[in-house]
């Protein structure tokens, strides 16, 4: 099976998989009070969307200069519905990542596993990140947060 045709199938494959949210969840397994965060849920899956996650993910593609069009378009189009205050901010947070994590493989790299980690189990601020979370990157989320809040959700 060639690699075209494998990513075919295993996307059809995830896209059957994916139920309405709170579609076929395991008896008595009733989703969590105040749990936003669960998107969907199948017999053996659930799907999550986490704000700082989804933050940390838009600044790595706008670092990484957009890897394909959609990317580039996307991040683009984000950044100049800005205000021109914001713009910079954001511009500030960008170069952060340019310098720190562009050039980290999102999934292989052992310090960008740690980050998303640290991300994914942190609350609604950073504090609970831990020592995971580089000061730097810490900062640049923070810094990124109110506009991403404001402008992209």
Do not use: C
């Not at 996307?11 to 998107?39: C, H, N, R, W």
């Not at 609350?123 to 640049?140: E, M, T, V, W, Y």
Request: proline share 5%; charged share 20%.
């Amino acid at each position: 099976m060639n690699t075209r045709t494998f990513s075919a199938a295993a996307l059809l494959g995830i896209t059957m998989a994916v139920a309405t949210p709170g579609a076929a969840q395991k008896p008595g397994a009733a989703q969590q009070p105040g749990d936003e965060s669960t998107v969907g849920t199948t017999i053996n899956l659930e799907f999550h969307s986490n704000f700082w996650l989804n933050l940390h993910h838009l600044l790595y593609e706008a670092a990484s200069d957009g890897r394909s069009e959609a990317d580039a378009a996307r991040v683009a189009e984000f950044r100049t519905s800005l205000p021109p205050e914001e713009q910079r901010t954001w511009d500030g947070a960008v170069d952060l990542y340019k310098r720190n994590v562009a050039s980290k493989d999102l999934l292989f790299d052992f310090q960008m596993t740690a980050i998303k980690v640290a991300l994914g189990e942190a609350g609604q601020d950073l504090a609970d990140a831990g020592r995971a979370l580089p000061a730097p990157i810490k900062n640049a989320l923070e810094t990124a947060a109110p506009i991403y809040r404001a402008h992209a959700q």
